[in-house]
């Protein structure tokens, strides 16, 4: 089966402090890290684990600059085949359709089965895999949580939906399915392996080798354009229970319960 | 041979059975060649091992560990036993073989044990047998009735070992048993023709058994004296082959086991022997993942495992239900080796281990705390093989989750909190620390000449920045010209080569050497015991390196520092020896002898302390691995101290200071015990001159 994982760069929530800029319309950049959007690496690990078991390749690809082939190895000595970085000035500013338009003419020029995306990026709005679909006209599935493939170009898979419980739903290849967190637990990355594939040249695609019209995509392009950033003023904090062991035990059941957390 | 008759009768008795007995020597020679050399197969496939360095030291570790079997008096009775026996077997080791020698030569005399020498050199051996044969009926009373709990064999790790242990315990009674019959039927023969005897020694095993022979016929005696012959040879051979299948190995590998095990403390193996750091890229394979990953040494320990499970007895994860057992790593390694390297036949290698012999767990729950390497009378090394095997899970990925996140930020920002760099030195900046003490930066302009290596706990941690302030306090008021590296620091990087991750470790070292370097410092004050041992034995080419306990030690010799009483005339002071401080590093008397020194503080020890400490939970990234177990080590550490009649555990280690802390809650001891650092403590009773001159 060939698979393409389409990932993203994004600021280690766990790893930044995240501030504002002195503009207070972006967030100060200048001292993140990044690391491989949480759930596309899961997604890049599922990729994996469906090509150990029934064949195939897995390719990588992200829309982005030089700075995101960083991801990219990582993902790489995690054990994808095939990495592309899709890169073009004409690209900046894009929304999330033209993000997916990008990958659309991506997928386009080549040939696969499965397209996985992370459920949502974490600077993101958890909406271009479902449009790419709809642009490739392929059927989608989101939040993922486990796949199973069967005979005749067809996927098993289950649906995180809320309260915890899960929907079973047959799929017809090609696809593309938007990962959950927690589908699997991805393998370690470790130094050796980013060593190892740290001269693996990366092709890099833009709108002509995509046969984009770069009037679709960018800045100009988009019709959802962030007007501002904020972060929101700190609530009150945490409630304290006053009162003797029985009684806080009995509180905290009560609380949790009241938030479904007890059945 | 003056002194020395052999009637003609007795030796015709032996004669007799030339053949046969020459038949059986070379059965049970060719035969222990043979399973010799089967084992030896998987030791010639595993990986090499350079051991073969400063021979002078390793004699001199033969002397004392061997010979002097030095670990041994710690198990009182068991070591006892064994001390015995190995001096039964030593000193019987010439008879047996001049017995073995007889039945072929009938006037064979060992050289140099004619005469007087040979006469009370029997009388010894009288003795040696009868005390080694006493040795194995009080072993097996000891296996069957009193059954110490460290021999148990848990369900999970098969059949228990005791029938095992005590037919090779039957065995060597026997073995013993026959050897006195046939210096007492000789005895009793000569006796009864009139002959001129040797005495035998008063009370042993073949005195008693001539006496039994006394009335017995010529002809019966004679029949005994063959039977007790071939009874010796056949016992003799069968316990000679049979001991490489089992523990009883160690009495012909021990030698070879203690000669080339590991002379260094708190060091870790390369990932391979001979390749330098610069040529790991070259390295295909990391770690262990197959029994051949495995060095020579590490096979050949597993073969002189004695199976007396001291180590599990100490290991702290044994102690509370982690999924470990050393002992088991060395049974199931040795059961491996046993079953892929048959006696006929093709080997069958090249499983991977993790899976198949070892659980991820399993290798996971170690704290490298060293307690089973402490104890082994064998010197039998586990903390390179767990190391080793960890190092084979990080080159597949197989990394627990839980410990995924932090290895991350080590790689991104130096630390496993993911904090930023530029808040290293927060800790110091403190309005109120700041007007009691400055702590300066170094950098091309500030310099100094002792770097306080921070580390990554006590420069983040909110509670271990006290450590921190505690120690730049002391190390002011004894006058050091110190600062930090701030933000050019990184985390020593100790546990994240102990978890395996040896090139992330590589990247940490080398960014830390450089900077201490460029600090132009000349030497290296630490708190933190991991980063202690990390600076002292992971990097090679810096400033040599102190525990603040031993600064403090020395600064109190020296009459640097004078302490103030302590307030609390009722509190109870305990001790608790960090790992890496104390087994790995052998400071046990500095720390203590600064707590003497601060006048009317009242300090008990724990039953296990220095060398026996007992890990309280392990530190670095262990704080963020979820091990399975029923109890925490911590709470175990805390009861302990209790028990001794303590109130507040003293310790020397912010990673102690974290699982102690907790153990504490989790113990319900709040108010009850209290838990505070030796930096913190001297800081707080330091004498200061104002204080002096009032």
Redesign the interface.
């Known amino acids: 089966m060939e698979i393409l994982v389409c990932a993203r760069r994004v600021p280690d929530t766990s790893e930044n402090e995240i501030e504002l800029n002195s503009a207070g319309n972006d967030i100060e950049r200048d001292e993140l890290v990044y690391s491989v959007n949480e759930p596309d690496n899961y997604a890049v690990e599922e990729a994996l684990q469906i090509t150990a078991r029934v064949g195939g390749t897995v390719t990588v690809a992200t829309v982005g600059g030089e700075d995101d082939e960083e991801i990219l190895r990582r993902e790489m000595a995690m054990g994808a085949n095939r990495a592309v970085l899709i890169s073009d000035d004409a690209f900046a500013g894009s929304d999330g359709r033209g993000i997916a338009s990008i990958l659309k003419a991506f997928v386009q020029k080549g040939k696969y089965d499965l397209i996985l995306t992370g459920v949502q990026a974490e600077d993101g709005a958890a909406q271009v895999g479902g449009m790419l679909a709809a642009m490739l006209d392929y059927p989608f599935a989101s939040l993922v949580t486990s796949i199973e493939v069967l005979e005749g170009r067809k996927l098993k898979i289950s649906r995180e939906i809320e309260g915890g419980n899960k929907e079973m739903h047959e799929i017809d290849l090609p696809c593309v399915l938007s990962i959950q967190t927690g589908i699997n637990e991805p393998r370690y990355v470790g130094m050796r392996g980013i060593r190892a594939v740290a001269s693996v040249p990366i092709p890099m695609f833009g709108t002509s080798e995509l046969e984009l019209d770069p009037n679709t995509v960018g800045e100009s392009a988009a019709k959802v354009k962030r007007i501002d950033y904020f972060v929101p003023a700190l609530g009150k904090g945490a409630e304290m229970l006053h009162g003797n062991r029985e009684e806080n035990i009995d509180k905290v059941l009560e609380l949790v319960a009241a938030k479904g957390g007890l059945k | 041979m003056e002194g020395f008759y052999s009637p003609v009768q007795v030796t015709s008795w032996l004669a007799q059975g030339r053949a046969l007995f020459l038949v059986i020597h070379f059965l049970g020679i060719a035969g222990f060649c043979y399973i010799v050399a089967r084992r030896l197969v998987p030791l010639v496939r595993g990986e090499r091992d350079l051991r073969f360095d400063r021979p002078l030291a390793r004699l001199g570790r033969v002397l004392k560990f061997w010979l002097g079997q030095w670990k041994h008096p710690r198990y009182r009775t068991a070591g006892t036993l064994h001390i015995l026996i190995f001096a039964g077997f030593i000193l019987l080791a010439m008879r047996a073989f001049t017995v073995l020698i007889v039945g072929v030569s009938p006037d064979f005399v060992m050289p140099g044990l004619g005469g007087k020498t040979g006469q009370s050199y029997n009388i010894i051996t009288d003795y040696a047998a009868t005390i080694v044969f006493l040795c194995m009926v009080f072993a097996v009373v000891r296996r069957l009735v009193f059954r110490p709990a460290r021999y148990l064999v848990p369900a999970k790790y098969g059949k228990s070992h005791t029938p095992d242990a005590i037919f090779l315990l039957v065995l060597i009674a026997i073995l013993m048993v026959a050897d006195s019959l046939f210096a007492a039927a000789k005895a009793a023969a000569e006796s009864q023709q009139g002959q001129p005897i040797e005495a035998l020694a008063v009370l042993s095993l073949p005195w008693i058994l001539k006496i039994a022979l006394a009335s017995a016929s010529l002809t019966t005696v004679g029949k005994f004296y063959f039977g007790a012959y071939l009874l010796h040879e056949i016992t003799f051979y069968f316990l000679l082959c049979y001991r490489p299948f089992g523990i009883q190995f160690h009495v012909e590998t021990s030698l070879f086991s203690i000669y080339f095990a590991k002379l260094d403390r708190g060091t870790l193996k390369p990932v391979r022997w001979g390749v330098g750091d610069e040529h ?2 070259e390295v295909k394979s ?1 770690g262990v993942k197959t029994f051949e990953d495995f060095t020579w040494k590490h096979m050949l320990d597993f073969y002189s495992c004695s199976d007396c499970g001291r180590c599990s007895d100490n290991c702290p994860a044994n102690a509370v239900g982690r999924p470990l057992s050393p002992r088991f790593i060395t049974i199931k390694g040795r059961d491996y080796a046993f079953q892929h390297y048959p006696m006929f036949g093709r080997s069958n290698n090249g499983k991977a281990l993790i899976g198949n012999v070892y659980s991820e767990d399993e290798i996971w729950s170690c704290t490298t705390c060293g307690a089973c390497e402490e104890e082994c009378p064998l010197l039998v090394e586990y903390i390179d093989k767990i190391v080793d095997l960890r190092r084979g899970m ?6 627990p ?1 839980s ?3 932090p ?3 080590l ?3 130096g630390n496993p909190y ?1 904090k ?1 760099e ?1 808040k290293r030195a927060d800790w110091a900046n403190t309005k109120e620390f700041q007007q009691a003490c400055t702590v300066k930066t170094l950098d091309h302009k500030n310099g100094a000449d002792t770097l306080y290596f921070v580390d990554s706990i006590t420069s983040y941690d909110d509670r271990m920045q006290s450590i921190g302030r505690a120690t730049a306090k002391i190390l002011e008021h004894v006058g050091k010209n110190f600062g930090i590296l701030g933000a050019a620091e990184r985390d020593s990087g100790h546990e994240v080569r102990r978890f395996g ?4 470790f ?2 940490l070292r080398d960014h830390n050497v450089e900077a201490i370097k460029a600090s132009g410092v000349e030497r290296i004050v630490t708190a933190d015991p991991h980063a202690y041992n990390a600076l002292r034995h992971d990097y090679k080419d810096v400033p040599p390196v102190e525990h603040i306990s031993q600064v403090i030690a020395g600064e109190v010799k020296a009459g640097k520092i004078r302490f103030n009483a302590v307030a609390n005339k009722n509190n109870v002071y305990t001790y608790h020896d960090p790992c890496y401080l104390g087994r790995h590093n052998q400071v046990y008397d500095d720390p203590r002898d600064v707590l003497d020194a601060i006048p009317g503080l009242k300090r008990v020890e724990m039953a296990r302390s220095r060398d026996r400490s007992f890990c309280c939970g392990g530190g670095g990234l262990m704080l963020f691995y979820e091990p399975k177990e029923e109890q925490r080590m911590g709470v175990k550490r805390v009861q302990m101290a209790a028990e001794a009649g303590a109130n507040v555990i003293v310790t020397a280690c912010p990673f102690c200071m974290v699982n102690i802390e907790d153990a504490i809650k989790v113990a319900g001891m709040e108010g009850k015990m209290t838990v505070i650092d030796l930096a913190e403590l001297a800081e707080q009773q330091l004498a200061r001159e104002s204080q002096r001159a009032a």
């Open positions: 790991l890229d990391f990080v080159d597949d990925g197989k990394v989750q410990l995924q996140k290895l991350k930020a790689e991104s920002r993911g930023l530029k991750e040896e090139m992330l590589i990247g």
